[in-house]
């Protein structure tokens, strides 16, 4: 049963997903990318893959990289970012530990394996860590610390 599935995700689903694959030519003409995507690689939860694509996308717009498109065949499941965001898709899917189907380039590889914070987590913190402005401020500052 198995063989069959990968039989048909490989040459009748995975080719004639026309859904994912309009809706990534539309985002790429509207993106100004259409040509210069990057299709890159992870690998399937049924395979040993460690996150779906839906968790992909979900980590990927907290930090500010967009899919414009998605595929799969019977190994990997795809997405499409913009080329010019792809060293950051590799940086933030290193730090994530999500298992990639596609190699990942030499000068991609980084020796930093923290996850990446997202925008709120970075703003929250830059808003506690600011002094505060007011002189009512400075004096409900003061109180906390005395």
Not at 78 to 87: C, D, P, S, W
Not at 120 to 145: I, N
Request: hydrophobic content about 35%.
């Amino acid at each position: 049963m198995r063989h069959l599935m990968d039989y048909l995700d490989r040459y009748v689903l995975g080719p004639i997903n026309y859904i994912d694959r309009i809706e990534g030519i539309v985002r790429g003409l509207i993106w100004g990318d259409a040509l210069t995507g990057e299709k890159i690689g992870i690998v399937r939860i049924d395979r040993g893959g460690s996150h779906t694509l839906n968790e992909l996308e979900e980590i990927l717009g907290e930090r500010g990289v967009k899919v414009r498109g998605r595929t799969h065949n019977h190994h990997s499941m795809y997405a499409i970012v913009k080329g010019r965001q792809k060293r950051w898709f590799y940086y933030i899917a290193q730090a994530h530990g999500i298992k990639l189907s596609t190699p990942v380039p030499s000068e991609y590889i980084s020796s930093r394996r923290t996850p990446v914070p997202s925008w709120a987590e970075k703003a929250a913190e830059r808003k506690r860590s600011q002094k505060p402005k007011t002189k009512l401020g400075k004096v409900r500052e003061w109180l906390k610390d005395n």
